[in-house]
């Protein structure tokens, strides 16, 4: 298991394999439904607005997941073959691992207390927040912080 684990560890991705609050394998998954629109009542206009959502993986998924990332080699003949679902159904609810965790999908960025602007790309791995942001609007967002405004918008909400 720590094989599997060291090895998908090292995926680079925005939101790299990852695990919920118990361990078991997710991913971050959109959706699309017809009839469903962000920015317009047009239908003309937009497309129907992506839903993120975060799934855990059965096991097809998982063995999937791992077979992306690691060729299973039979010893007898050095054919390529699918990891056997007994250690995939293992490896899918392992808690000895060091997979970060995926536990939020934001699609906003995030103002935290001290007025700093939380939109990375990809996932937080610190707080377990995937950041999916559309980037017409990440193309707005301020490039740096600034005490003043922060202090003025609150003092305004209060």
Request: with cysteine; net charge negative.
């Amino acid at each position: 298991m720590r094989i599997y684990d060291e090895i998908l560890h090292a995926v680079t991705d925005a939101i790299p394999p990852s695990r919920h609050a118990d361990d078991e394998l997710n991913c971050a998954r959109c959706t699309v439904f017809p009839g469903t629109h962000a920015f317009s009542s047009d239908d003309k206009d937009e497309p129907p607005a992506p839903q993120w959502h975060i799934r855990k993986l059965n096991e097809h998924e998982a063995a999937d997941l791992l077979e992306k990332h690691i060729d299973f080699i039979d010893p007898q003949d050095g054919r390529s073959v699918q990891c056997p679902i007994r250690f995939v159904n293992h490896y899918r609810g392992w808690n000895g691992g060091t997979l970060p965790k995926l536990v939020a999908i934001s699609t906003l960025p995030l103002v935290l207390g001290n007025g700093e602007i939380l939109a990375p790309r990809g996932l937080d791995q610190l707080r377990g927040i995937a950041f999916i942001i559309d980037e017409k609007l990440r193309e707005h967002l301020p490039r740096v912080r600034n005490d003043t405004k922060v202090a003025e918008a609150t003092l305004a909400a209060g």
